[in-house]
């Protein structure tokens, strides 16, 4: 018995040994036994603890009212920003992007909402995208504007004109809008804003235009504010070309009208200009055509002299082409031939005999300049399109940049 245990003990031995022996073997193999099958656990564990990028939006997702001035800023604080796309009021915000941050360089519409995209790099590779949306300020009011004589064949006295629908007063928002719009013309003209008042922006070359001009104007004023809770909600552009040189002459004095193109000239007319009087004698100034009418009842209460009022009247006239906002038009007036070439008879218009009035009428352009000379009332800018009556460097100052 004793024999056989000890026998038993020698195989288990054995056993145990070539066990010891065959799993220190199976770890020398490549690719087999726990030490390959760690080392791919090891490295897929790793790949998912990679830090994500750290990104921070200003304004913070869900931001109400936020100002439409105010800057957008995307930055990463671990990481490498790759991309950021920012949409609202139906078009995409522009930025600078620099790898760690992005800034907008774009005003936001007013009362809109906005969604902000942002793709990211981490530190140690994997992309990261964040999405968030925020909403901007509702104002009281929202802005509007117009760029005047868009698209259209215009005088060589014609200014680029915007024009508001309320009055821009403080000199902050004026500014602000003066350096938001542009010019440009072909061939390269030298010009300046200015405001003519308080709702009208507008740019006049040095001297006038050259014909054939090309213009073009950019006003992207989306988020600018005209005054106190009144913001913009929409930019605008505009284009208009300059016609042959036309230059008209009244002497108010002598009774003549007389017509120029390029330096000649093609027709003078006798005519009847306003009467002496502080409310009927025709402005002398640099006037510019502003638009024309072909029929239209001149009656003399839309200027303040009301039915009742000595000087009343109410009449029809034919071929009127405006040179003022005050009630000045050059038109056909039969009833005063006798009177036209010698005397002034009329309420302030420049009464001319029908075919001349016609031919003027058919040949005029807004933007012509209409000079009127002999007259002790002087015409004010603000009464017409009056930029002509600044000297070039008078009109430079009324810039809200100067």
Known sequence: MLVVRRLRLIAWALVLSLLVASCAGGGDSPGEGDGASGGSSSSSTAAKDLPPAEIKVNPAKGTKAVMPDDEINV?????????????????AVEGEI???????????????????????????????????????????VT????????????????????????EVTDKKYRTAI???????????????WGWLDNRQLMWRPKDFWA????????????GFQTGEDKWVAEDRSGSMTIGREQMTRVDI????????????????????S?????????????????????????????VGIDKGDPGYYKVDTNFNVRVT???????????????????????????????????????????????????????????????WQYSYDEWQEQSATA
Not at 75 to 91: E, K, N, S, Y
Not at 217 to 222: E, M, W, Y
């Open 75 to 91: 930055q990463v604080m671990r990481g490498t920003l790759t991309d950021v796309q920012v949409t609202g009021a139906g078009r």
């Open 98 to 140: 620099d790898g760690q941050s992005w800034t907008s360089t774009q005003r936001l519409a007013p009362d809109a909402t906005y969604t902000v995209a942002v793709t990211a790099d981490g530190p140690e590779g994997g992309s990261t995208t964040q999405k968030s949306t925020f909403t901007t300020h509702a104002p009281e």
């Open 325 to 387: 906002w005050t009630g000045e038009f050059v038109h056909s007036a039969p009833w005063s031939v006798g009177a036209q070439g010698s005397s002034n008879v009329s309420h302030g218009c420049v009464n001319v005999a029908p075919a001349g009035a016609e031919w003027f009428y058919d040949n005029s352009l807004p933007g012509d300049p209409v000079d009127f000379t002999g007259s002790e009332r002087e015409f004010q800018p603000t009464e017409g399109i009056g930029v």
């Open 211 to 222: 014909p054939g001009t090309t213009v073009s104007v950019d006003a992207p004023l989306t």
């Open 178 to 192: 003066e350096k938001a719009v542009s010019v440009k013309t072909t061939p390269q003209t030298e010009g300046s």
């Open 253 to 272: 004095d002598k009774h003549t009208m007389t017509v120029t193109r390029g330096g000649k000239q093609v027709k003078s007319f006798p005519v009847s």
């Open 143 to 166: 802005a509007t504007y117009g760029i005047v004589y868009d698209q259209q064949t215009v005088g060589v006295g014609m200014p680029v004109s915007i024009q508001f629908d309320s």
């Open 274 to 302: 306003g009467k002496p009087g502080k409310d009927t004698e025709t402005r002398s100034g640099m006037k510019v055509v502003i638009g024309k009418q072909r029929e239209m009842t001149m009656d003399s209460a839309t």
